[in-house]
């Protein structure tokens, strides 16, 4: 009985393949974090004064604020004077022009992780935004993207070259004091994308950021801030990877989309950072605030994740439906091994007039891993005629892991319909009797019951991102997505 | 085709097979009956590969080779396929995707290449077709919601498609109406060939009215008691099995 067992862990247990470290000098800041290390930060990128005053803001809010604590997580006790914050490549004056000055070993890391930035290589119909360490190395098709108006760049270029619209929409979203890390990562952030779609453009390309932790003892404060203007569309890719290393190392983001009237963003992420190993060493600790807000009526957000990797993940990608008739969703595919955690859902909030939500969130676990859906659905006074519909399941692999449901629901308008399916369930023996007694592979029947219990969410994910979080949950392909 | 001897099985520490013999020939149609508890089940898990059984003596041989020996895959692309008692749902699989992948891990095995998607549909939609089954069962996910008759049809299907040469039928015949019974037993009657031999688990007569068995076994407490040809049967029907386990 147990021989199937030992192949489905066998299949789980790939080594993680992005785990090599790349060679290259940065200028890395001493470990610590003050007033003053925040004031050489802000230097350092070269920000407008309103910019510095924001970060002190929020570092002296944080200093208030106590360490959050979990239920369901067990975390060792974070330093954060033990971590630096800035790390970036060394490069002869303000970050590289062209292709030419990047560091020939960063090209070379992104070419190993699929992502060719080279003009040549560049996967067509997608711009990449590359974020390393600290700073953004490189964005693709920038001029073409600019024909239309599209402004897609570093958030620190933004900074410098659109005080305007950083000033409007930074931290409207996520207030600077909304929780432990959003304040940390608002006083320390470094880089991220930032991203404009005006109005009635419909973004010509999938938009895409791929961050790359690589130097040691840092941390990763990325922010990203993507504003839809009325009747505009985008749909934006989110990747991540990380060396294998022994200490845990913080990935603490914050998020934040805005979409006006008719507007539309669809966010997808394929989060692949390094889990650790067997022993539950090391491993990226990954939380992350991601919120959108709906904010003109008609308007629309779809997150939809794939998480597979980190120690711990704590996330919680949502949407304010603030808008008449918005529309919110979420699509989540979290995996779990060893002795990885996770603790993620959505949030909802409903506040316009016939605001509807979708929540399908598929949770894996196998080895003695911990995987949690906390989920909140706050339906207000104000959004008469509100719907939403959760569907949350389980599939666990083998019999010491764990999977826990907690959902939340809160409803103060009589007109609310709330719907809530929740399943358990494991790949039983017989059905992977089934499967290879037609002939296939227990490592090929394991791929395709798990592709098919996520396969509501795998649908959702662009054609590129379905093929990369299929190859990641260490399966082969071949159409059963679709 | 297949050899049997002296085949002893435990589950845990109780003997379940004690000690059974079979041949089977290619074109051969045989019918193993029995009383509940006899062994009929962990027969056809046996051949097929299942885990959770030890065999604890005497040999298999299919077309030459030792049966015992290879994996439940290996020997399901060599040719040997078991219509299930209880088929299993997965959701979120489709019929034709499940189909696809067997019959391109059966072709790879065989040296073959993968089959051109045009050519797969137009094969599928006529096998599908000819066992009466909607083509909207293809993109349904395996078994899902399906009513105990579609499930054996599905099984049937799956044979259909995957052609295989030993055809291990377990109580295909449970849950089937009469309608269902017919459907399932004629498209069985369409795979007979002289290439293609069939092992009918069973413990009712009943679907031996609609697939004519060669030869008929009687299997009790672990081993075969009786065999003979289709007239065992009725007479099985007649008389129970009460006096055979007592012989």
Sequence with gaps: MSANNDEINNLLNQDYKQGFITDIQADTFPVGLNEDVIAKLSKVKNEPEFMLEYRLKAFRHWQTMPSPDWAQLKIEPIDYQEISYYSAPKSKDNGPKSLDEIDPEILEAYKKLGIPLAEQEQLAGIAVDAVFDSVSVATTFKSKLHEVGVIFCPISEAIREHPELIKQYLSSVVPVGDNFFAALNSAVFTDGSFVYIPKGVRCPMELSTYFRINASNTGQFERTLIIADEGSYVSYLEGCSAPQRDENQLHAAVVELVTLKDAQIKYSTVQNWYPGDKEGKGGIYNFVTKRADCRGENSKVSWTQVETGSAITWKYPSCVLTGDNSVGEFYSVAVTNNLQQADTGTKMIHIGKNTTSTIISKGISAGRAQNTYRGLVKILKSAENARNYTQCDSLLVGDKCGAHTFPYVEVKQPTAQIEHEATTSKISEDQLFFCQQRGLSAEDAVSMIVNGFCKQVFKELPMEFAVEAQALLGLSLEGSVG | MLKIKDLTVNIGTKEILKGLNLNVKAGEIHAIMGPNGAGKSTLSHVLSGKSGYEVTGGSVTYNGKDLLEMPAEIRAREGVFLAFQYPVEIAGVTNVYLLKAALNAIRKHKGLSEVDAMDFLTLVKSKTKALDMDEKFLYRAVNEGFSGGEKKRNEILQMAMLE????????????????????????????????????????????????????????????????????????????????????
């Excluded at chain 2, 291990?168 to 019974?181: P, V």
């Excluded at chain 2, 007479?235 to 009460?242: A, C, M, R």
């Design chain 2, 164 to 247: 295989p040469q030993l055809c291990i039928l377990d109580e295909t015949d449970s849950g089937l109406d009469i309608d269902a019974l017919r459907i399932v037993a004629d498209g069985v009657n369409a795979l007979r060939s002289e290439n293609r031999a069939f092992i009918m688990v069973t413990h009712y007569q009943r679907l031996l009215d609609y697939i004519k068995p060669d030869f008929v076994h009687v299997l009790a407490d672990g081993k075969i008691v009786k065999s003979g040809g289709a007239e065992l049967a009725l007479e099985l029907e007649e008389k129970g099995y009460g006096w055979l386990e007592q012989a």
